[in-house]
């Protein structure tokens, strides 16, 4: 048993590489196409689905939010506008990986 404790212990002690984060330049191009893609949609949750995108710290934040804008764009245009913007956005998070 205690070969099998130190082993499991020492599976913790070695650091995992951190994965690069993608160039800021990128993570902007991104965020600014998905505000683009709210362009035309208009009100209180437009304007909060906006903020939230321009306050994502991160490419997964923003990958998270694809939902909410088709979400919103479905609710102001329709759900095949709101699929097509979001394929859309493909490209832009391909870059970031």
Request: net charge positive; glycine share 2%.
């Amino acid at each position: 048993m205690s070969t099998w404790t130190r082993w499991l212990s020492s599976l913790g002690s070695h650091d995992t590489p951190a994965l690069p984060s993608p160039p800021a330049i990128e993570l902007e191009e991104a965020r600014q196409q998905a505000i683009a893609s709210l362009a035309d949609c208009r009100g209180s949750e437009s304007e909060r689905l906006r903020w939230r995108l321009r306050q994502a710290a991160s490419a997964q934040e923003l990958w998270l939010l694809r939902a909410a804008i088709f979400q919103q764009v479905a609710c102001q245009h329709c759900q095949s506008q709101a699929a097509e913007r979001i394929r859309a956005l493909e490209p832009a998070f391909v870059r970031l990986r």
